[in-house]
């Protein structure tokens, strides 16, 4: 996991310098953390810093979205299986990702997601430190670091009963919460500076500079997507030598942006076609299921797709596997 370090963090507000300087001095700590922030403010990244400067760097970092993975498999991609333990189980049985992360960290990305009936399950390992494969009764001990991420506010999904308050404590002894990018500019300034330099030598490309009034229009947009789609935004300014498609903005400030009758057929033409094409999406998908008899792998693989794709576009488009199977 190289490149995912503290130094690496571009950032030059007071807010972020803190988060950091907070995360290296609980690197070497056994107890949980559970970071807090919008999607694409770099969860994943400052949980892979913190195992990097930590006395377990040389260990295994897994991570598992769970939001992504349906409920009827989730257990088995923690937990791992037996040889036999249900139909279509592996010759020999899985290894579960918390048995993969024995002596290293365990990343719980989207932990809010996780399926009630599982928070239990999950608790238990974190209490006794120990698992057990699916189909089987032997206790495996396990020594992991835990550190969850979510796009959610947790405190308020416990008040809804959606979320285990026990677990919630478990998870939230070292609470960091990542402010969004649209709330400290000093950030956005340098993270242009540095995609551009980056994109442009990944690109091939000539490194320009942005003129003033596209700058203007980047400081006072309000990054819905952080500092992912800044990125994307930055690399598309890049492949155009200096401009930016439209396109990129979100549709509210793309209409506020264009006020031009034309540009709002565009718009409209543009969502037209974006609603068809999900639709050919969602069908070809239920028939390489239907096909593969929800053999998830196989139909992934005739879609060249990865599974964790496969598992995000099923859950995109609310198919149903679970009844399915």
Request: glycine share 6%.
């Amino acid at each position: 996991m190289e490149g995912y370090n503290f130094e690496n963090i571009i950032c030059k507000s007071e807010e972020m310098k803190s988060i950091i300087n907070n995360c290296k001095k609980v690197a070497n700590s056994p107890s949980t953390i559970l970071i807090e922030g919008e999607s694409g403010t770099g969860k994943e990244v400052l949980a892979k810093a913190i195992h990097n400067y930590s006395n377990r760097k040389n260990n295994n970092f897994v991570a598992i979205n769970c939001g992504a993975i349906p409920k009827n498999l989730i257990e088995s991609e923690l937990f791992g299986y037996e040889e036999g333990a249900f139909t279509g189980s592996r010759k020999g049985g899985s290894i579960g990702k918390i048995e993969l992360a024995n002596n290293g960290t365990l990343f719980l990305d989207e932990i809010g997601d996780m399926p009630f009936d599982m928070q239990v399950k999950l608790l238990r390992v974190l209490q006794e430190e120990k698992v057990i494969r699916i189909g089987g009764n032997k206790e495996i001990p396990v020594n992991m670091r835990v550190i969850a991420a979510t796009n959610k506010n947790l405190k308020e999904e416990v008040k809804r009963g959606k979320f285990r308050d026990d677990l919630y404590y478990r998870l939230c002894v070292i609470p960091v919460v990542i402010p969004p990018l649209r709330d400290r500019k000093e950030d956005i300034l340098e993270l242009i500076d540095y995609f551009l330099v980056d994109k442009s030598k990944k690109l091939n490309k000539p490194f320009r500079k942005l003129d003033k009034e596209l700058l203007e229009k980047l400081l006072s947009y309000s990054w819905p997507g952080n500092v992912r789609e800044l990125e994307n935004i930055i690399e598309n300014i890049v492949n155009l030598d200096g401009k930016m498609s439209i396109e990129l903005l979100n549709e509210e400030e793309r209409m506020e942006y264009c006020k031009k009758d034309k540009c709002r057929k565009y718009l409209l033409y543009k969502r037209m076609n974006e609603f068809n094409l999900k639709k050919v999406e969602e069908s070809t998908i239920k028939k390489a299921l239907d096909y593969y008899n929800y053999n998830l792998t196989r139909a992934a693989k005739s879609l060249g797709i990865s599974r964790n794709t496969l598992y995000l576009k099923i859950k995109k488009y609310n198919i149903d596997i679970e009844n399915s199977v």
